[in-house]
């Protein structure tokens, strides 16, 4: 009865009941919600939505429907969340980074979604890592080191495992409310303080244009807000790769650079990394420009690095990723400059495209079951704006033989527009407020 009275109600558009709802997301939880009435749910909320109460509602409830972690440590627990771009490496930075700073971060991560890379992904692309670890070892290294960058027990959220299945397969994957519900359900789980959201816009992004970008953020801002976690949001540029590499080990090791305190490896990941770690700590009561100085500082110092190493270590890789990164990550066996097909300016990148061609060469999946490979991808992705001449780089092609390095190259080049003049985006757009 209750789940057919909660498809009712949204067939009317009368409003969501709660104690309704809540025995909903436990069904999708237990098996006994079937299929059908799970598709016809998101159906459901995709034409006629939830409305803000309602999209709180089925925020806590997805949340609730497995293990809710509660923490008991001398300091912050807070995150950070993106909702997918390209070379976006920012956790593996901007996690230890805020551990320095005396931060608790449970960072529980997902992986690669169509075009976009995923965090868990990059982890495993350290030798030896095992990031899918029990409660009780995301407990000890959190504990130990301030953060942990791993992936979800079986525990969390599992409602939303089950309906985000069924939204795969029903064509109900693109509603703010579903999205909303998904992304937080998860991340509250993990028992938050505070949570910072990089809402990012532009060609390699879900979100491509502004509107969109602005309605996600106000949505999760308010429902994270409601649901009783402070949670602020960022939009960020996704016009072009936030770091020049694309790829697994490419966006470990570039990560590394910027930990090793070369902030000119990657200017726009280093820089988004600060500004996010220092909204995450104003959260918590910090005064916001004094927070950027010390995550700078925790990154400048090595601080940060120290912590990165010791979660590596923790988790089974090697025990001194920062003395010998470069020696650990996997390389490709074919690589190759990616040349300009023209003189001028580099004035657009097509980022989705961009994505799919790393896809494509095993950085990524095309269904589920498929193993990455993850030495493959692009590194010296020349930034917007930057002037070539007919011949010179713009990329560099990292792949696992040459006819998957000729078909990327030619991928690379198509995605490229080239012109004259260029001003680009501030790398933060705009920013949604508690
Ligand atoms: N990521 C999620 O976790 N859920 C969505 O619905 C979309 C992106």
């Given at each position: 009865?209750?789940?057919?009275?909660?498809?009712?109600?949204?067939?009317?558009?009368?409003?969501?009941?709660?104690?309704?709802?809540?025995?909903?997301?436990?069904?999708?939880?237990?098996?006994?919600?079937?299929?059908?009435?799970?598709?016809?749910?998101?159906?459901?909320?995709c034409?006629?939505g939830?409305?803000e109460?309602?999209r709180?509602?089925?925020?806590?409830?997805?949340?609730?429907?497995?293990?809710?972690?509660?923490?008991?440590?001398?300091?912050?627990?807070?995150?950070?969340?993106?909702t997918g771009g390209?070379?976006?490496?920012?956790?593996?930075?901007?996690?230890?980074?805020?551990?320095?700073?005396?931060?608790?971060?449970?960072?529980?991560?997902?992986?690669?979604?169509?075009?976009?890379?995923?965090?868990?992904?990059?982890?495993?692309?350290?030798?030896?890592?095992?990031?899918?670890?029990?409660?009780?070892?995301?407990?000890?290294?959190?504990?130990?080191?301030?953060?942990?960058?791993?992936?979800?027990?079986?525990?969390?959220?599992?409602?939303?495992?089950?309906?985000?299945?069924?939204?795969?397969?029903?064509?109900?994957v693109e509603s703010v409310d579903l999205i909303t519900?998904?992304i937080?359900?998860?991340?509250?789980?993990?028992?938050?303080?505070?949570?910072?959201l990089d809402v990012k816009c532009g060609s390699g992004a879900f979100m491509k244009s502004g509107d969109e970008a602005l309605a996600l953020a106000r949505s999760l801002v308010t429902t994270?807000?409601?649901?009783?976690?402070?949670?602020?949001a960022l939009i960020t540029d996704m016009d072009?790769?936030?770091?020049?590499?694309?790829?697994?080990?490419?966006?470990?090791?570039?990560?590394?650079?910027?930990?090793?305190?070369?902030?000119?490896?990657?200017?726009?990941?280093?820089?988004?990394?600060?500004?996010?770690?220092?909204?995450?700590?104003?959260?918590?009561?910090?005064?916001?420009?004094?927070?950027?100085?010390?995550?700078?500082?925790?990154?400048?110092?090595?601080?940060?690095?120290?912590?990165?190493?010791?979660?590596?270590?923790?988790?089974?890789?090697?025990?001194?990723?920062?003395?010998?990164?470069?020696?650990?990550?996997?390389?490709?066996?074919?690589?190759?400059?990616?040349?300009?097909?023209?003189?001028?300016?580099?004035?657009?990148?097509?980022g989705e495209?961009?994505?799919?061609?790393?896809?494509?060469?095993?950085?990524?999946?095309?269904?589920?079951?498929?193993?990455?490979?993850?030495?493959?991808?692009?590194?010296?992705?020349?930034?917007?704006?930057?002037?070539?001449?007919?011949?010179?780089?713009?990329?560099?092609?990292?792949?696992?033989?040459?006819?998957?390095?000729?078909?990327?190259?030619?991928?690379?080049?198509?995605?490229?527009?080239?012109?004259?003049?260029?001003?680009g985006p501030d790398?933060v757009i705009g920013r949604v407020e508690?």
């Amino acid at each position: 009865m209750g789940a057919r009275a909660v498809n009712a109600r949204l067939r009317r558009g009368d409003p969501v009941d709660p104690d309704e709802l809540r025995a909903f997301a436990k069904g999708l939880a237990d098996g006994s919600v079937s299929d059908a009435q799970a598709g016809a749910f998101a159906m459901g909320v995709c034409l006629r939505g939830l409305g803000e109460e309602g999209r709180v509602i089925l925020t806590e409830a997805m949340r609730d429907s497995g293990d809710v972690l509660r923490w008991d440590l001398p300091g912050p627990v807070i995150d950070k969340h993106s909702t997918g771009g390209l070379g976006d490496c920012v956790s593996l930075v901007l996690a230890p980074a805020l551990a320095a700073c005396g931060a608790f971060v449970p960072m529980i991560s997902g992986r690669g979604l169509g075009h976009t890379g995923g965090t868990l992904d990059k982890m495993e692309a350290i030798p030896g890592v095992s990031a899918q670890i029990s409660e009780e070892k995301l407990r000890q290294v959190v504990g130990e080191v301030g953060c942990a960058v791993v992936g979800a027990t079986g525990r969390i959220a599992p409602a939303d495992r089950r309906l985000y299945a069924v939204r795969d397969v029903t064509g109900t994957v693109e509603s703010v409310d579903l999205i909303t519900a998904s992304i937080l359900s998860k991340k509250l789980a993990a028992g938050l303080e505070a949570l910072v959201l990089d809402v990012k816009c532009g060609s390699g992004a879900f979100m491509k244009s502004g509107d969109e970008a602005l309605a996600l953020a106000r949505s999760l801002v308010t429902t994270a807000n409601g649901a009783g976690c402070r949670t602020a949001a960022l939009i960020t540029d996704m016009d072009e790769p936030l770091a020049p590499a694309l790829g697994n080990a490419l966006e470990v090791g570039i990560s590394m650079e910027v930990l090793s305190g070369n902030r000119d490896a990657a200017p726009r990941l280093h820089d988004l990394t600060v500004a996010l770690a220092a909204r995450a700590l104003a959260l918590t009561g910090e005064d916001e420009d004094a927070a950027a100085a010390r995550v700078s500082d925790a990154i400048a110092s090595g601080a940060a690095m120290e912590r990165f190493a010791r979660m590596v270590a923790l988790l089974g890789g090697p025990p001194d990723m920062d003395a010998d990164w470069r020696a650990h990550l996997k390389r490709a066996p074919v690589v190759g400059d990616v040349v300009a097909p023209a003189d001028g300016v580099l004035t657009a990148w097509d980022g989705e495209a961009l994505g799919l061609a790393v896809v494509a060469m095993g950085g990524g999946r095309q269904v589920e079951t498929d193993r990455i490979d993850p030495a493959v991808g692009l590194s010296d992705v020349r930034p917007l704006g930057t002037r070539v001449a007919r011949g010179e780089p713009v990329a560099t092609a990292h792949a696992a033989d040459e006819a998957s390095a000729e078909a990327a190259a030619q991928a690379v080049q198509r995605a490229l527009t080239l012109g004259e003049g260029f001003a680009g985006p501030d790398l933060v757009i705009g920013r949604v407020e508690p």
